[in-house]
C-alpha cells in the first residue's frame, strides 16, 4: 500500500499556517452568538425559539451537508471546494454587518454552517491522504484551531460589539479571518490540495 510523503520544509510550515487559519474559521460564526444575544433580542425583538435557531441552524446544515462534502470534492477538486466554503463562510459573516431582522441573521447562519461541513468534510482528509501516519501534529494543529476560534469569538465578540457598531460589529468581524485564509489557500501548490498522488 502507497504511504504519502509528508510536505517537508517551507511547503510543511505552509500547508500548517493553512490548517491554523482555516480552523480559526470554523466556529466564530457560532460562538460569537451567544454572549451577544441579549443584545440581539433587545433590539430585534426575536423570540427565545428564533434565538436559538441561531445556533441550531448551523448544526443541523453541518450534519445534513456532511454527507455530500467529499462528492462535491469528487466534482469539483478539494481546492476550489474549501475555497468555496472559506469564501460561503467569509460572505456569511460579512452579511451580518448589514443584518435588518432575524431572517438575514438565519440565512446567514446556514450559509455559515454549510461552508464549516464542506470543510469539515475535506480537510481532515487531505491531511491524512498528504501526512499518512505521521498525521497527528496537523490534526492537533486543526483541532486547536478550532477551539482557539471557537474561545476568540466568545470572549471578544461582546468587546467588539460595544467598540464598534454593536451587534453587528461583533458578529460580521470574523469575516476577516476568512479574508487572510482563502488567499493563503489558494496560493498552496496543487499537488498539496488532492486527496491522492494519482
Not at 4 to 9: E, I, T, V
Not at 123 to 128: F, N
Not at 129 to 140: D, E, I
Request: aromatic share 6%; proline share 6%; glycine share 12%.
Amino acid at each position: 500500500m502507497h504511504q504519502p510523503h509528508p510536505p517537508a520544509g517551507r511547503t510543511r510550515l505552509w500547508l500548517s499556517a493553512c490548517v491554523i487559519l482555516i480552523g480559526l474559521n470554523l466556529r466564530p460564526s457560532m460562538a460569537a452568538v451567544g454572549p451577544l444575544l441579549a443584545e440581539l433580542r433587545g433590539e430585534l425583538g426575536i423570540s427565545f425559539a428564533s434565538a436559538a435557531l441561531l445556533t441550531l441552524l448551523p448544526v443541523m446544515s453541518i450534519g445534513l451537508a456532511m454527507f455530500v462534502g467529499l462528492d462535491i470534492a469528487r466534482r469539483f477538486g478539494v481546492r476550489r471546494s474549501i475555497g468555496l466554503a472559506l469564501l460561503l463562510l467569509g460572505s456569511a459573516s460579512l452579511a451580518r454587518l448589514f443584518s435588518v431582522g432575524v431572517l438575514d441573521l438565519l440565512l446567514s447562519a446556514c450559509a455559515a454552517g454549510l461552508g464549516i461541513a464542506q470543510i469539515q468534510a475535506l480537510l481532515p482528509a487531505l491531511l491524512k491522504a498528504r501526512y499518512g501516519q505521521q498525521v497527528a501534529l496537523p490534526m492537533g494543529l486543526y483541532v486547536t484551531a478550532i477551539m482557539a476560534g471557537a474561545a476568540l469569538a466568545a470572549g471578544l465578540a461582546p468587546s467588539v460589539a460595544e467598540f464598534g457598531s454593536g451587534w453587528r460589529t461583533g458578529l460580521g468581524i470574523w469575516a476577516w479571518l476568512a479574508a487572510l485564509a482563502l488567499p493563503l489557500w489558494l496560493s498552496l501548490p496543487p499537488g498539496l490540495t488532492r486527496l491522492s498522488d494519482a
